[in-house]
Nanobody, 123 residues
């Protein structure tokens, strides 16, 4: 079992930055690929970024590429999402998720989920 807790969300102006952190506990973190997803009101939850269990492979949605960076610290059992140049359309509840070993972009691949943290970007 893996427990995930997101933090770092909040209200920011367009062009600003936020750093989200997902703290994990339970099953050995270092063997889990980690993903970030987001869900805006009235929309489906969508993939944002992933990092594999080794930390050598990352992938981003086209909408955030070049602005967001995912990273992990296996010693602290955390995964971060650095979000720069934020836009109003980035407003959503952001979720971190975990799955064993290889990462993926599909929500259905992930086994463990956090409760989410709200990000609101004002124009």
């Amino acid at each position: 079992q893996v427990q995930l807790v997101e933090s770092g969300g909040g209200l920011v102006q367009a062009g600003g930055s936020l750093r989200l952190t997902c703290a994990t506990s339970g099953r050995s973190f270092k063997y889990n690929a980690m993903g970030w997803f987001r869900q805006a009101p009235g929309k489906e939850r969508e993939f944002v970024a992933f990092i594999d269990w080794i930390g050598s492979n990352t992938n981003y949605a086209d909408s955030v590429k070049g602005r967001f960076t995912i990273s992990r610290d296996n010693a602290k059992s955390t995964v971060d999402l650095q979000m720069n140049s934020l836009k109003p359309e980035d407003s959503a509840v952001y979720y971190c998720a975990a799955k064993p070993y290889e990462a993926g972009t599909r929500e259905s691949e992930y086994i463990y989920w956090g409760q989410g943290t709200q990000v609101t970007v004002s124009s």
